[in-house]
Structure formats: structure tokens, C-alpha cells
């Protein structure tokens, strides 16, 4: 048979569509299988070769799944809401509903062309009212818990965008969407409590199985030490500074105290003396992020506020420094320097002459005895963020009156939808473009009835992908989010796949999320994931990161256009180990493409009877590939099915019940082809439809083995014989060898046999 592609991949994906072969059932009595990718947001350049590392992967485990006799959702939808189609409004004043579908029509041409083996029936899109009403609605259960607060804080802003960045979303104090440096800006902004579940987040995790790095991101992100707050009582004042610290035990060696810049403390501790010197450093402070204040290879700065607290420990005076490296959102802004334990105390002593002290450690009650301090837990986790000033996200759904303070809107009234605008522009005072619609902004109070504003903040595109995955388990109720007996049939997602980027943003978030929606009743498991893997990114053929501006970005269309879907996929899977970032090689493409030329080759070799060698390296095939996808190490599993087309070449023949069995374990891999080759054989019905082989044990194992013959314990020859062969056969046939027989010339004293390796003969 030939191999073209084109006919050949667009003629199975006709065939499973038309067969809805990859329907997930609700009520199957097959046991279920929730595999999940992370959804895609549809941007307007399509999809990148990124994308098809992450979906290949996944489709395999699903392909394989259902082939094990699974009920399996391996669902696909769309995180809508974002910048890019807003500043693309901005730019064309096309509304970004309208970009937004043809990028999501764009995308869903694209994967289908891959052949991936979607449930399509459960698509999902975060911007559309239908879906959005019951990220609005879960709000409002936030809201109702008392979780969701109003907050007049410091946010990052990014004067481009105009727009209140969460921390996550700031990358080396730069904006992580445009690079521009962020300031600080003080805004009311609506706030989710995450910190409540900072201890459950950490916990938790021993309850599920995610690659060991993807926890320790989580853990160190959430940052929980565990320590005392001690007071320092003020010389000649009233006042006392806390300090957080988590080295209670060396607070003999304390020779000086820092508090942050934004101390609540820091003007009435600060003497007329150093007046000036305290305001100048505080102004050259503002501009830094806590990134930069934080960062321990610069510098140390910081100011003398001229005042003295006393050590509770010894009763010693210390001085008090302000010093930017403290912040004053983490602990209590304020913290006990001891240089002789702590490198940055110590950076900090040498920089400013402040004293060194040798002082013995004591235990960590003791401390806390002599100084009257407690024990406390800080977080770095801070609440998130969930306010945008921006058109293109959730409305939050929440009414003010001036009688009733904040209202939610009533469920029967949602969704409180998008209004058209004509300037997707946000105002230069930072307020949302929703501000200048008088018609959405003036309503009445749910409540009282009175004169009503509506909050014109949108929500963080992070809200829609916080629980997109419940979504696809009812993706048509009109009346719940999802129905409980759906939500309990499915839960929890078997196997998760996605960017080690997304570990401290959506994974964290979506976890939070689900754990609230637990705590309320409405989901039955805690943890949403079951199994947590990632992949590495792929970078472009030099080892660069692949952009658009450099124009080394490669088009999943044009590789399969010239090469076909399933060289893409394998390709996809076999270009490295798939955690690790790896270059695309054009190279490695085309000898993919060879590899599966030759597997359409192998009717050719159809005989009614095949050599022991071809069976054996079927079984060890089978082995190696079912592993292999169970450990994601989809790449061996390509290089073994590679030998084995290798081997039946060598040998000449293969019988058409072992080329069946080798299609099988092919199609996840490779489907069109897979299906080409079964149908060029007779084969009536999908591969799909088929079961996963097994293998025979007893073939897997070697038959023959090399044994090594010493004389005296040195090598003198090497036999290859059958596995077990009785000892005093190998004995004999050791002997005669003339590579050793020339050497056994004085009388054999005794002869060692280690089964299946050695024969040493000691003369
Ligand atoms: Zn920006
Ligand atoms: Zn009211």
C-alpha cells in the first residue's frame, strides 16, 4: 500500500465522527477513566508545536484506556477570557466575542486535523453566558462564605495595560504579560481569602500523586514557616515591635532589629536626627517590587530610624533599622537580626559597622519562656487578587447600596452578562470600561429596591479555568454547574497533564477552588486531581524559546500538511524524555515519517508462519509499550515499536495475527495509520473498538544465554547456549571449546559454575 496522508488522515477522522466512538458514557458500567489536558486559550496566532506534546501524551493514555476496556471523558475546551483579544478589540474594534470564535474555530480545525481522540459533545468555552453564570454564581458562594472581601490595597499595576496584576502575574517586577515594569498602586480590589486554605494546600498533597517537583513548587509557593512572635518593648515609649522569627533560639545573639519602610511604627520611632535620612530612604524604596527587595544577590540598604528596643532575653539596648528587605505584608513586618546565624543579617551588620556576637543557642521553649513570645505560622501565600479593571472577563456580579452595603445579585438573575461598549479602553483613572455604561452601572438593590451601582470589576482569567474541568462532566445543565450524581461518577480527574509554569497559578487556584466548592457540599472529592504530570516545554532547533518575533515558531499545520497527523504526533512524544525541555529537529521529523512508511510496508511481509525471534520481540514490544505509557516515557515506547519493525524486516516474514496485535499497540500512537494498515488487511471495524493486547510472559524471556569460560578466573572464551542448560552439559561443552582446552593443560582441581554466566575451571 501507499501512504498518502492527506486521503488517509481525513478519511478516519470522518470514520470516528460518524462512529462517535469517543463519547464518554455517564452510565457505563465500565469503569471510568478522567483524563484531562489543559484547555488552550484560542489565540489568534493557533496552535504552536507546543500544544500537541501535552494532547499527543494524553491521547495515547486515553486511546489505551478505552482499549482496556475504560469508560473514558478525555474532554477539550476553551479559556476564552484574556488580554490579547481585548487589546485586539482596542486595536480593531472588532468585539473580542467575535475574534474570540474564529480563533476557537481556528483551533478545533487544527486539533481535529491532528486526529485527537476529543468526547467533542462535551466542548467547553469560559466566555460563553452559559458557562460564565456558574463561575459568577461560585463567586457569590465565596462572597456568601465570607471569603470573598473587599480590600484597599498596594497592587502591582502595570502602567501599560492599565491593570492590577496578581503577584503570580508579575515575573522579575516586570509585568508577565508586556514586560513593563510594575509599580504599586493603592485600589480597592475584591479579595479571595486562598490564605484560609494555605495549611490544606500543603497537607493535602500527601493525599495524591503529582511529580515530586510539582509539590515542592506548591509547598515553597504557599512558603509556611513555622516560628514565634516575640515582643521588643520601645526604650523611653510605650511602644513594642513584634517580630516575627523562626530562630527563637538565637535571640541571645540579637544585635539589632529591622522593620519594613512600611512599618505602621516606622515615623514614631524615627528621631528628628534621622528625620531626613529615614523619608529620602523610603523614597528610594517605593519604586522596588518585593522582587527586587527580596533578592539577596544585591546589595544591602537601609537606614538607622535613631531609636533603641530592648532584647526580653538579656536586656540588651538594640538599634532599630529600617531596611527594604523586610516587607511589610509578610510576618509582622518587622524582624530580630542576628548575624552570627543568618547570612543576611550578617551582609547587612558588615555593610552598616552594626556588631557581631558569639552567643550560645537555647532550645526553641526556652525561648519563647524568657521572652514571653508565642508560637505562630506565617505564610507567604497572599489572598488572591480577583479583581480587573478590564472589559473582557466575568462581570463580578455584585450590587452597592448606599442602605445595604455590597448584594449579591440573586441566582435567578444570572448571568449578569457583558454589555456591549464602543471603547474596550480602560480609563486612565484604572477604573473598568464597564464605569462609562451608565445603563449596566445604574440598577435597583435586590434588597431594598433603592438606587443601585453595579460593581463594574471583571474577574481574573484565572476564575474560568478554576473549575472548567467539573464543567465537562454536565456541560448542558441549565440548572446546576453539574449534577451531583455526574459530578460523583466522574471525580476525581484520574490524570492531569500540564506546564510546570501553571504549578503556582491555575494548579493552585483550581485545587483552592475545588476544596471550597467541597467544603460547601457541592463536589465529593477534596483534591480535584488525582495524578498531577507535566511536560517540558519544546524549544525551537538552535535550543532558543521559539517566538513569533523572532519567527522560529513552527506550525503544527505545515507539519502535517507535508508529513501528516500521526508523524506529527509520534514525533510529538518521541523527540525526547517528556518532561525535560527538548529542541525540535526537522531531522528527527522526517525519520519519523520513514519509521511509518515502513509499518505501511509490513502487509508485504504476511506469511503463514513467522520466526521465533519476530513472536518474542512482539511480547517484549507489548511489555515495553503498555510500561512505557504508564510511566510516561512514551519516547521508549516509540524506539521500541521502531526495533520491532526492524526486526520483521530482518527476518522477511510476520503472520497477519501478530501484525493485528502490533496495529494495536500502534493506534494510540499513530491512528490513521494504524487503522490504514488493519483496513489494507482485511480488518472491518476501527482499531479503536479493539482490546489492548497482553503478552505471554514465557516469551518475554530470554531462551539463549552467553556464557563466559575462565581458566584460573581469566577469560578465555565465551559460549552461547540455551537458558538452563544442565550443568554437566555446559561442563562438556565448556571443555572441548579450543579456545579453553588449550589452556586446561595440567589436571581441573575444580570447577565453578554461576548458572547462566560463568564457568571457571581451576587447575
Ligand atoms: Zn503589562
Ligand atoms: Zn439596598
Known amino acids: 500500500m501507499s501512504y498518502n496522508h492527506g486521503s488517509i488522515d481525513a478519511k478516519w477522522q470522518a470514520a470516528w465522527a460518524k462512529a462517535q466512538i469517543f463519547r464518554a458514557q455517564d452510565d457505563s458500567p465500565k469503569e471510568k477513566y478522567y483524563v484531562l489536558v489543559e484547555f488552550p486559550y484560542p489565540s489568534g496566532a493557533g496552535l504552536h508545536v507546543g500544544h500537541p506534546r501535552s494532547y499527543t501524551a494524553l491521547d495515547i493514555v486515553a486511546r489505551q484506556q478505552r482499549m482496556l476496556g475504560k469508560n473514558v471523558l478525555f474532554p477539550m475546551g476553551w479559556d476564552a477570557f484574556g488580554l490579547p483579544a481585548e487589546n485586539y478589540a482596542i486595536k480593531t474594534g472588532i468585539h473580542p466575542s467575535v475574534i474570540t470564535k474564529e480563533n476557537i474555530d481556528n483551533f478545533r480545525r487544527q486539533l481535529k486535523a491532528i486526529g485527537f481522540s476529543f468526547d467533542w459533545s462535551r466542548e467547553v468555552n469560559t466566555t460563553d453566558p452559559a458557562y460564565y453564570k456558574w463561575t459568577q454564581w461560585m463567586f457569590l458562594r465565596f462572597f456568601k462564605a465570607g471569603l470573598a472581601y473587599k480590600s484597599t490595597m498596594a497592587i502591582n499595576w502595570c502602567p501599560k495595560d492599565k491593570i492590577g496584576l496578581a503577584n503570580e502575574e508579575v515575573v522579575g517586577g516586570k509585568c508577565e504579560r508586556c514586560g513593563t515594569a510594575v509599580e504599586k498602586r493603592d485600589k480597592e480590589q475584591w479579595m479571595i481569602a486562598i490564605t484560609k486554605y494555605a495549611d490544606r494546600l500543603i497537607d493535602d498533597l500527601d493525599t495524591v500523586d503529582y511529580l515530586p517537583k510539582i509539590k515542592k513548587q506548591q509547598v515553597d ?4 514557616s513555622e516560628g514565634a512572635e516575640i515582643d521588643f518593648a520601645v526604650v523611653d515609649s510605650q ?6 522569627t523562626t530562630r527563637p533560639d538565637t535571640i541571645f545573639g540579637v544585635t539589632y532589629l529591622v522593620i519594613a519602610p512600611e512599618h505602621p511604627l516606622v515615623e514614631s520611632l524615627t528621631t528628628s536626627e534621622q528625620r531626613d535620612t529615614v523619608h529620602s530612604y523610603i523614597a528610594s524604596v517605593a519604586t522596588k517590587t518585593d522582587m527586587e527587595r527580596g533578592d539577596d544577590t544585591k546589595a544591602k540598604t537601609g537606614a538607622f530610624t ?4 530592648i532584647n526580653p532575653a538579656n536586656h540588651e539596648r538594640v538599634p532599630v533599622w529600617i531596611a527594604d528587605y523586610v516587607l511589610g505584608h509578610y510576618g509582622t513586618g518587622a524582624v530580630m537580626a542576628v548575624p552570627q546565624h543568618d547570612e543576611r543579617d550578617l551582609a547587612f551588620a558588615q555593610t552598616f559597622n552594626l556588631p557581631i556576637v558569639d552567643r550560645p543557642l537555647i532550645s526553641f ?20 487578587v480577583f479583581s480587573r479593571q478590564r472589559y473582557w472577563g466575568e462581570p463580578i456580579p455584585l450590587i452597592h447600596c448606599d442602605h445595604c452595603g455590597w448584594v449579591p445579585v440573586p441566582d435567578d438573575q444570572l448571568p449578569v452578562l457583558l454589555p456591549d461598549v464602543a471603547n474596550y479602553q480602560p ?21 431594598c429596591g433603592g438606587d ?3 460593581e463594574t470589576d471583571t474577574m481574573p482569567n484565572w476564575a474560568g479555568s478554576s473549575w472548567y474541568f467539573l464543567r465537562y462532566i454536565d456541560p448542558n445543565n441549565n440548572n446546576e454547574f453539574a449534577s451531583a450524581e455526574k459530578l460523583k461518577h466522574w471525580l476525581p480527574i484520574d490524570l492531569y497533564n500540564g506546564g510546570m509554569e501553571h504549578t503556582t497559578l491555575h494548579l493552585l487556584y483550581s485545587r483552592f477552588w ?4 467541597f467544603d460547601q457540599g457541592l463536589v465529593p472529592t477534596s483534591e480535584p486531581y488525582a495524578r498531577r504530570h507535566s511536560h517540558g516545554l519544546i524549544m525551537s532547533e538552535d535550543g532558543t524559546k521559539m517566538s513569533k518575533s523572532v519567527g522560529n515558531v513552527i506550525n503544527p499545520d505545515d507539519i502535517v500538511n507535508e508529513f501528516g497527523a500521526d508523524t506529527l504526533r509520534v514525533y510529538e512524544v518521541f523527540m525526547g524524555p517528556f518532561e525535560e525541555p527538548v529542541p525540535w529537529s526537522t531531522n528527527g521529523v522526517v525519520g519519523v515519517r520513514r519509521f511509518l512508511d515502513r509499518v505501511t510496508k509490513l502487509p508485504d511481509f504476511i506469511a503463514p508462519a513467522e520466526s521465533p525471534d519476530v513472536t518474542k520481540a512482539l511480547h517484549k514490544t507489548i511489555k515495553k509499550v503498555s510500561e512505557d505509557i504508564t510511566n510516561f516515557r512514551f519516547n521508549t515506547a516509540v524506539a521500541a515499536m521502531m526495533t520491532f519493525v526492524n526486526t520483521v524486516f530482518e527476518q522477511g516474514s510476520i503472520t497477519k495475527p501478530s501484525l493485528l496485535t502490533f496495529l494495536a499497540i500502534l493506534t494510540p500512537f499513530a491512528p490513521h495509520v494504524g487503522n490504514e494498515v488493519n483496513e489494507a488487511l482485511g480488518g472491518t471495524s ?4 479493539g482490546n489492548w493486547p497482553t503478552f505471554d510472559p514465557a516469551l518475554i524471556v530470554d531462551s539463549e544465554v552467553t556464557i563466559a569460560i575462565q581458566v584460573n578466573g581469566k577469560l578465555r572464551s565465551s559460549l552461547t547456549v540455551a537458558l538452563d542448560l544442565p550443568e554437566s552439559s555446559l561442563v562438556t561443552q565448556a571443555q572441548s571449546d579450543p579456545n579453553v582446552a588449550k589452556f586446561l593443560i595440567s589436571p581441573i582441581k575444580k570447577t565453578i559454575v554461576v548458572p547462566n554466566k560463568i564457568v571457571n575451571f581451576v587447575i
Open 452 to 454: 443601585a451601582k453595579r
Open 221 to 224: 509557593w504557599i512558603g509556611r
Open 306 to 309: 535613631g531609636s533603641y528596643v
Open 427 to 447: 480609563t486612565d483613572n484604572g477604573e473598568s470600561p464597564l464605569a462609562s455604561i451608565d445603563s449596566f452601572v445604574n440598577t435597583k438593590c435586590p434588597t
Open 365 to 384: 521553649a526556652d525561648a519563647l519562656a524568657k521572652t514571653g513570645g508565642k508560637k505562630t505560622v506565617q505564610y507567604k501565600l497572599r489572598d488572591w
Open 239 to 244: 511602644e513594642k515591635i513584634t517580630v516575627f
Open 686 to 689: 476501527l482499531m479503536e473498538a
Open 514 to 517: 475545588n476544596k471550597f466548592l
